[in-house]
């Protein structure tokens, strides 16, 4: 069974400052993996898809990479903001479609 | 641009009675999903529907039920209801077939309380 593993559970930065969430998985079959960003009784915003076939993919800010092999990605967070805090998430899809998300991130970011 | 759209947005019931909640997907997008986001937990996936078939099962309890209508507008039926079904329910649609990138869209969910 897949699992999914983000580290840290939880991180506070200054405004400014680059970051990086980390995302692990057990099952390297994926078919995507999607970064979503969740504010506080929200629903989920999707930010970045990465296809199993691709590495990394880039939208604003924001920078995703995928390895397959080691089972790992990473959200990368340029120059942050404070409307930036949220909890991020990582969910891996499966090729049954099965959706598997980590426990995310609880990123502050302080003005 | 059009997104997905749940309703409704709150809903307080009382244990043993009965809860449908409705999601409507972006227009175009044939496959729908729910998910299911306990206090302080990640969420959990229910149940999937692909042109109005069930695609994937997860999770889901017996007691809950759900079905893709042909305008691909999907509900979750959900009966003798429990204090641990209180949550938020997300819908998510994605475009199926040769278009499906496999991006999920999420609503904003359903808020469900069961007293």
């Known amino acids: 069974k897949q699992e999914v593993t983000q580290i840290p559970a939880a991180l506070s930065v200054p405004e400014g400052e680059n970051l990086v969430l980390n995302c692990s998985f057990t ?14 009784g929200k629903g989920l915003t999707s930010l970045l898809l990465i296809q199993s076939s691709q590495r990394e993919q880039t939208s604003g800010r924001l920078n995703a990479s995928l390895d397959k092999s080691s089972g790992r990605s990473t959200l990368y967070i340029a120059a942050s903001q404070p409307g930036d805090s949220a909890t991020y998430l990582c969910a891996v899809i499966g090729d049954n479609n099965d959706m598997r998300f980590g426990a995310g991130t609880r990123l502050t970011v302080k003005p | 641009a059009a997104g997905v759209i749940q309703s409704p947005r709150h809903l307080i019931k009382e244990k043993r009675e009965t809860a449908t909640l409705k999601c409507y997907p972006i227009p175009r997008h044939d496959t729908v999903y729910w998910y299911q986001q306990g206090p302080g937990q990640d969420p959990q996936f229910l149940i999937s529907f692909y042109e109005k078939m069930q695609s994937d099962k997860g999770s889901i309890p017996d007691r809950f039920s759900a079905q893709q209508f042909s305008d691909y507008h ?3 039926n959900m009966s003798s209801l429990e204090l641990g079904d209180s949550a938020l329910y997300f819908c998510a649609s994605s475009p199926g077939g040769q278009m499906n990138t496999g991006e999920l869209f999420f609503g904003e969910g359903s808020r469900l309380t069961v007293l």
């Open chain 2, 74 to 76: 999907s509900e979750l």
């Open chain 1, 27 to 40: 099952d390297s079959a994926i078919y995507n993996l999607q970064w979503f960003r969740q504010d506080p």
